[in-house]
């Protein structure tokens, strides 16, 4: 009897120990949100050119990138015509909000916006270097994440996804 009733309060305190984490991860499904910098996939180089990025939690492929030599965190948008960065990305990477002209209307998922067309120096991840990228700068209550969309992955000789990588090829 004594064996069964410590059995059953230990098995109490380890489920009541998890919790903290099962609802962590419940509340992440049920809010979907990003992955923060410790859950999203680190981009591997696989050599010759060649970067794979794993499925982040989110259904995503995030990771670090880096953007005129700054690490910045982004997520893969083949939707997007162009990069898209905000103000505080373009600050961080020494673009002068004061030097932004947010002349372009642009067509997103919440509707249209005005944005500010640069010329990023340089895309990098993994092995994978891509100079002279345009992109858009939207003000940062309208965009909360950093984009990579097609003005990156067209410089690119390929990419393709399959059973949860990205693979990414120059």
Request: net charge positive; proline share 4%.
């Given at each position: ?8 309060v230990?098995m ?9 984490t ?16 410790e ?7 696989t050599g ?7 499925m982040?939690?989110g ?8 953007m ?8 893969i ?18 673009i ?5 002209d947010?002349?372009?209307?642009v067509?997103t ?8 067309h640069?010329?990023l ?33 067209q410089?690119?000789?390929s ?7 990205m693979?990414?090829?120059?």
């Amino acid at each position: 009897m004594f064996a069964r009733t410590l059995f059953t309060v230990l098995m109490l305190a380890l489920s009541a120990s998890q919790w903290p984490t099962i609802a962590q991860k419940v509340e992440a499904l049920l809010h979907k949100e990003e992955p923060s910098d410790e859950t999203a996939a680190k981009p591997v180089s696989t050599g010759s050119g060649q970067t794979v990025l794993t499925m982040a939690p989110g259904g995503h492929y995030a990771g670090t990138f880096k953007m005129n030599g700054k690490p910045i965190q982004a997520m893969i948008d083949t939707g997007a015509s162009l990069v898209a960065i905000n103000v505080s990305t373009a600050r961080r990477l020494g673009i002068s909000p004061a030097a932004l002209d947010f002349r372009y209307d642009v067509n997103t998922a919440n509707g249209s916006i005005k944005a500010a067309h640069v010329v990023l120096d340089r895309i990098e991840v993994g092995s994978i270097r891509v100079r002279d990228v345009d992109a858009f700068v939207l003000k940062d209550e309208a965009l909360s994440s950093t984009l990579i969309g097609m003005s990156f992955l067209q410089k690119l000789k390929s990419y393709s996804a399959d059973q949860r990588v990205m693979r990414l090829v120059q």
